[in-house]
């Protein structure tokens, strides 16, 4: 049952899309074409203002990485090509088996957190010398197992906030290593590294331990707060 919450983040994770598709990236090479001269970033965006800038961002990394487009400063100029629709949209192709790629990954790193068999464990069963212990605690299968149980523990937590409040999960703030911050049961501490999915704060003790960002808050830096609005 942990892991029905644990599944339905993972799911929403793996569906984010982060790449165009081939039509906004035809739609974008179209914008390009139609002037002369290079084009600003904010003119190309008034010209394709149903894409979301993000992947109007990413479309852009795409065709400069594919050296259909010339970027300098903030001028975009396309590259002259009879092929360039054709170029582009294999260009597309490219990124989205590399997001295919990135998920399997994913994919695979989560079942194996999940399988949790230790390596030594299973090493030592293979020479038929099996212990008496399941786990090592100390090899990276069993540290992901740990890792795995952390964040489903973090998640379970969650939910019961998110059932209160029945909204859709927040995006998340953005940590910054240095930032101070706390988190429920363990307290205060300094962020000392910061990823999409995780932030692993220092605490006073010396301890290392990481969270999911939505349940780290932030706290005042040792400026006093300001006093609470009177009530007119
Ligand atoms: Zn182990």
């Known amino acids: 049952m942990i892991h029905e919450e644990k599944d339905k983040r993972i799911q929403q994770f793996f569906l984010i899309n982060r790449y165009p598709s081939e039509a906004m990236v035809a739609q974008i090479v179209d914008a390009l074409s139609a002037g002369s001269a290079a084009i600003t970033f904010e003119s190309l965006?008034?010209?394709v203002p149903d894409?979301?800038?993000r992947k109007l961002q990413v479309a852009l990394k795409m065709l400069d990485d594919a050296k259909l487009i010339k970027r300098k400063g903030s001028a975009?100029?396309?590259l002259a090509d009879a092929d360039i629709q054709a170029r582009?949209?294999?260009a597309v192709r490219q990124y989205e088996l590399r997001a295919e790629r990135d998920r399997e990954i994913l994919g695979a790193m989560v079942a194996y957190a999940r399988s949790g068999q230790c390596r030594w464990r299973?090493?030592?069963?293979y020479f038929d010398d099996s212990p008496t212990w399941e786990h090592c605690d100390h090899c990276d299968s069993c540290e992901l197992a740990k890792e795995a149980e952390a964040l489903a523990e973090q998640m379970e937590q969650h939910?019961?906030?998110q059932t209160?409040?029945?909204t859709p999960a927040p995006t998340a703030p953005a940590f910054r290593p240095g930032?101070?911050?706390g988190v429920r049961r363990y307290g205060a501490g300094l962020v000392e590294a910061v990823t999409r999915e995780r932030v692993d704060i220092r605490f006073p003790d010396g301890s290392l331990r990481r969270f999911l960002p939505n349940y780290v808050r932030r706290l005042q830096h040792q400026r006093t707060t300001p006093p609470e609005k009177q009530a007119a």
Do not use: G
């Open 45 to 47: 965006r008034a010209a």
């Open 51 to 53: 894409i979301p800038v």
């Open 76 to 78: 975009i100029t396309l």
């Open 88 to 90: 582009a949209a294999e």
């Open 122 to 125: 299973m090493l030592l069963d």
């Open 159 to 161: 939910a019961v906030i």
């Open 164 to 166: 209160e409040a029945d």
């Open 179 to 181: 930032d101070r911050v």
